[in-house]
C-alpha cells in the first residue's frame, strides 16, 4: 500500500494536491493472496462453569478434558513491504473449527472429581483469526517465516479464543 505518498501530501510536500486526491493513489499494490490452510492440533484443557444435569439436579463445576482440533481455513494474506529479504505480512482468515473432546471428567474449582460421567462428544464453531508475519530469505532458496495469530470462536462456550505462533520453512529450487 502506498502511504508514503498520502503521507507525504498529508504533511505538506504536496501542498498542491488535497487528501481526497491522494486516498485514490492509496492501492493495495500488489493485491492481497487468498489463502487456504488446515489446522490440526491435540491438547489438553479445562473450561470453567461447565453445567450439567443429572436427575434433575444441576451441577456446576470445571470440565477436564483432552482434545483434538481440526480447522480448515480461507483467507487473504497482505504482503506490507514487497522485494527484500525480510517481508512483513498481515493476514485475516474465517474458518470452521470441529473440535472432539475425549474422556470429560467434572471437577470441582480444586480439581477434585465429582464422579459425574460425561461422555465423549464434538463441539464446532465459525472461527475469525487475524494476524501477523514475518518472513526471511536466505540464499534465495531458502524462507524461514513465524508469526503470531489470534483465532476466536464464534457461538461456542468451550471453544474460544487463542492464540498461535505458526513457523514456517520452505525450500526453493
Do not use: C
Not at 480461507?74 to 514487497?82: D, E, M, S, T
Request: no cysteine.
Amino acid at each position: 500500500m502506498d502511504l508514503m505518498l498520502a503521507a507525504a501530501i498529508w504533511s505538506g510536500i504536496y501542498p498542491e494536491m488535497d487528501l481526497k486526491t491522494a486516498a485514490t493513489w492509496i492501492t493495495f499494490t500488489p493485491p492481497p493472496k487468498l489463502t487456504a490452510s488446515f489446522i490440526f492440533s491435540v491438547f489438553d484443557g479445562s473450561a470453567n462453569g461447565y453445567r450439567k444435569v443429572v436427575d434433575d439436579l444441576e451441577y456446576k463445576g470445571k470440565l477436564r478434558f483432552a482434545s483434538q482440533l481440526y480447522q480448515p481455513e480461507v483467507g487473504a494474506r497482505y504482503k506490507v513491504y514487497g522485494g527484500y529479504d525480510l517481508a512483513p505480512y498481515v493476514e485475516a482468515s474465517l474458518g470452521y473449527a470441529w473440535s472432539v473432546y475425549d474422556s470429560p471428567k467434572m471437577t470441582t474449582a480444586q480439581d477434585q472429581e465429582l464422579g459425574i460421567e460425561v461422555k465423549d462428544f464434538a463441539d464446532g464453531a465459525f472461527m475469525l483469526t487475524v494476524g501477523i508475519y514475518a518472513d526471511y530469505r536466505l540464499f534465495n532458496m531458502l524462507l524461514v517465516g513465524l508469526g503470531f495469530r489470534y483465532s476466536q470462536a464464534l457461538g461456542t462456550p468451550l471453544l474460544q479464543g487463542y492464540f498461535s505462533f505458526p513457523l514456517q520453512v520452505s525450500y526453493y529450487w
